[in-house]
């Protein structure tokens, strides 16, 4: 599996700092760290029927040892709540990200824990200036990559990992810990779409955008490769899947599939028109994915993300054409 990530220096720099390299081996082939981490996934709980970010638990069957979520009445998707998310405190778990949020599985973990009500403190790391070499961080993370957690005297790295983490103790529904044949579910979900739809879009988005940007050239033939591999995948998620709810790959609430999977998506807006209709013309893929962008979780997951985009990315762009 293959990622890409970093930041260029301001707005208007010419010289984007970007490494590229296997996820599976941590290292670029020029021999320098990936930024870019990539894990399966879980989630948290609101606590009560609709919480901050307009996401809505219910409980069902507790899993043994696991602390039953509180019941509620709903679990959809409620797009008309915007409430202001809880202060953090400077004991809530802290979530390392790249500086402008162009990891997707940093904004998996993000929106996991902004669906979930899960507080948490966020704090950038500027991969153009190096800080994800630097002891400090190194002492969190050894392999220099993002996203990367701190709760107390714990240090996590791998999306997966953190995630999973703050699902068992904030006794998440996102993870469906409650029941084990949806947490089966889930997993089973999670693991098709970071290893199919997700693999094919970094690769997608890799070669069409950032690879100039690196100085490298695009692999033409890997991104039709990947094309015909991400129509395929999407079928068979709105085929399989999908199947109690138009707007979520498993039961009837948000799950950390969904978050792996809208997240991804966002990131293939980054590519050409050819590459957005791939999405959008599946009506299931399309109304999931119109559906979760619209909730307040994800907007502010991506805020930083879409300021980088609009004048940044497109700025860097420009001046390749």
Not at 47 to 62: E, S
Not at 172 to 178: A, V
Not at 183 to 199: F, S
Not at 296 to 316: G, M, P
Request: proline share 6%; charged share 20%.
């Amino acid at each position: 599996m293959y990622g890409y990530g970093g930041a260029w220096s301001g707005a208007g720099a010419t010289a984007p700092t970007y490494s590229y390299g296997n996820m599976n081996s941590m290292y670029s082939p020029a021999g320098q760290f990936n930024p870019y981490s990539m894990g399966a996934a879980g989630g948290g709980y609101g606590t009560g029927p609709v919480n901050a970010y307009g996401f809505a638990p219910t409980a069902t069957a507790p899993m043994t040892s696991v602390p039953p979520v509180p019941p509620t009445t709903s679990r959809s998707l409620d797009f008309t709540v915007a409430t202001t998310p809880t202060p953090t405190k400077a004991a809530d778990p802290t979530i390392y990200v790249d500086g402008n949020y162009v990891s997707h599985p940093c904004r998996a973990v993000l929106l996991f824990c902004y669906a979930s009500g899960i507080r948490v403190n966020v704090k950038t790391i500027d991969m153009a200036k190096g800080e994800h070499r630097t002891p400090d961080y190194l002492k969190i993370n050894p392999n220099g990559q993002v996203p990367s957690m701190v709760d107390g005297d714990l240090s996590l790295f791998e999306s997966g990992a953190i995630i999973r983490y703050l699902a068992r103790k904030y006794h998440s529904f996102l993870e469906g810990l409650q029941n084990e044949r949806l947490y089966g579910k889930i997993q089973q979900a999670v693991e098709y779409v970071r290893q199919r739809p997700m693999d094919a879009i970094t690769t997608i988005v890799f070669n069409t955008v950032f690879a100039e940007q690196m100085g490298m050239a695009p692999d033409k033939g890997k991104v039709e490769q990947a094309r015909v591999n991400l129509a395929k995948y999407l079928d068979f998620l709105s085929e399989y899947f999908f199947q109690e709810a138009e707007e979520f790959l498993v039961g009837t609430s948000l799950s950390t599939a969904d978050c792996y999977l809208a997240v991804s998506l966002q990131q293939l807006q980054l590519a050409g028109k050819e590459d957005k209709e791939l999405s959008q013309s599946n009506p299931k893929i399309k109304h999931f994915f119109e559906a979760v962008s619209r909730t307040d979780a994800f907007k502010r997951a991506h805020r930083q993300f879409f300021e980088f985009v609009e004048k940044e990315l497109k700025s860097a762009l420009e001046q390749t054409e």
